[in-house]
C-alpha cells in the first residue's frame, strides 16, 4: 500500500542558455545526455576531487534545470556554482520548493499539479518524488512520519548530507559513484580524483555498507569491530517495528563482507556491498 512522507529537501534551480554547458563541465553526471523529464544523482566537486555536495539534477525544460539536495546543503550548491559562474549566461537561485514522496506507488494516478515528478529506484525501494512550490499528499494516500523513511533510505543504502558524505568525503567512499558519475563524458571539476581512483581499481580506505540487527539500535557513531579489531563506525541507525535495526556502517577497506561486528556490545551483520 502506497504511503507518503514529507522530506525536507533545499531544490535550486540553474536556467538560461548556458544552463546545460555549464553545469556539463561542473557536475560529474553527464548533463548532456538528458531527455526533458529525466533525472540523475550526480555530485559537485571541489576542485581537489572531494564532495561539495550528492544531489539529484532534474532537466526541466530547455535551458532550465534543477538540483534537490539534502536540507541545509542548498546554500553550498549556490554558492559552489556560483563560484565559477564567470562570463556565463545562466543564474543559479535557491527556490522556495518542497517535496512529498510517495512511496510503493502501484496504481497511483498523479493529479494535475505544478512542479515535477521524479521516479524513484533503489534496492527495495521505488518511490516518486513530487516537487513543486506547494505540494500536497495525494488523495487516498496516507502520509507516514519522517521516521517511515529513514527507515527505507537506511535499508535501501541511500547515503544523506552531513551523516555519510561531507566536504571531506572521496566519492568512491560514498557507494553511488556507480549511479552518479559519468566516466565517458568530458572533464569537469575535481574530476582527476574519481577518474585515478576508478583507474587503479584498489578502492577508497573505507566505504559505506549496509547492515542489520537485532536488538538496541546503535547510536550514531558507535564503534564497530569485527574479532576485536575497529573495522568502522555507524553513520545511520533506525529502528524498525519489530525489534530489528537497519544502519549503515563507514567500514575500512581491509573488512570483507558479509561479516558480522559488534557494535557497542550488540551483534550488526554487515552486508554484501
Same mark, same amino acid.
Given at each position: %500500500? @502506497?504511503?507518503?512522507? $514529507? ?9 538560461? =542558455? ?12 553527464? !548533463? ?43 546554500? !553550498?550548491? *549556490?554558492?559552489?556554482?556560483? $563560484? ?8 543559479? #537561485?535557491? %527556490? @522556495?520548493?518542497?517535496? *512529498?514522496?510517495? %512511496?510503493?506507488? !502501484?496504481? %497511483?494516478?498523479? &493529479? ?10 533503489? =534496492? ?11 505540494? @500536497? ?14 527507515? $527505507? ?5 541511500? =547515503?544523506?548530507?552531513? @551523516? ?30 574519481? +577518474? ?21 539500535? =546503535?547510536? *550514531?557513531?558507535? #564503534? ?6 575497529? +573495522?568502522? $563506525? ?12 537497519? +544502519?549503515?556502517? #563507514? ?15 550488540? &551483534? ?6
Amino acid at each position: %500500500m @502506497a504511503t507518503a512522507v $514529507r522530506r525536507d529537501r533545499d531544490v535550486v534551480q540553474v536556467a538560461g =542558455p548556458d544552463s546545460r554547458t555549464y553545469l556539463q563541465g561542473q557536475l560529474s553526471q553527464d !548533463v548532456t545526455a538528458l531527455n526533458i523529464g529525466e533525472s540523475a544523482d550526480t555530485f559537485v566537486l571541489q576542485p581537489n576531487g572531494k564532495v561539495d555536495a550528492w544531489m539529484r539534477i532534474i532537466f526541466v525544460a530547455d535551458d532550465i534545470y534543477l538540483l534537490d539536495v539534502d536540507a541545509g546543503w542548498g546554500t !553550498v550548491v *549556490v554558492a559552489r556554482l556560483n $563560484r565559477f559562474l564567470l562570463r556565463t549566461d545562466c543564474a543559479v #537561485e535557491l %527556490m @522556495a520548493w518542497e517535496l *512529498v514522496t510517495v %512511496m510503493d506507488p !502501484v496504481g %497511483m494516478v498523479e &493529479p494535475e499539479r505544478e512542479g515535477v515528478v521524479v521516479p524513484v529506484s533503489w =534496492p527495495g525501494l521505488a518511490a516518486l518524488d513530487l516537487l513543486g512550490p506547494k505540494v @500536497a499528499v495525494p488523495d487516498g494516500i496516507d502520509e507516514v512520519p519522517h521516521s517511515v523513511w529513514e527507515q $527505507r533510505r537506511i535499508a535501501a543504502g541511500i =547515503p544523506v548530507m552531513g @551523516a555519510e558524505i561531507d566536504d571531506s568525503t572521496i566519492p568512491g567512499a560514498t557507494g553511488v559513484v556507480n549511479r552518479s558519475v559519468s566516466f565517458t563524458k568530458g572533464c569537469y571539476t575535481g574530476q582527476e580524483l574519481v +577518474a585515478r581512483i576508478d583507474s587503479r581499481g584498489a578502492g577508497t580506505p573505507t566505504r559505506i555498507v549496509r547492515a542489520v540487527g537485532r536488538g538496541s539500535t =546503535p547510536a *550514531v557513531d558507535t #564503534e564497530c569491530t569485527v574479532d576485536g579489531v575497529t +573495522a568502522g $563506525r555507524v553513520t545511520s541507525a533506525a529502528s524498525l517495528p519489530t525489534e530489528d535495526f537497519v +544502519a549503515l556502517v #563507514e567500514l575500512k577497506r581491509a573488512i570483507t563482507v558479509p561479516t558480522t561486528a559488534d557494535a557497542g556490545g550488540v &551483534p550488526i551483520s554487515l552486508l554484501a556491498d
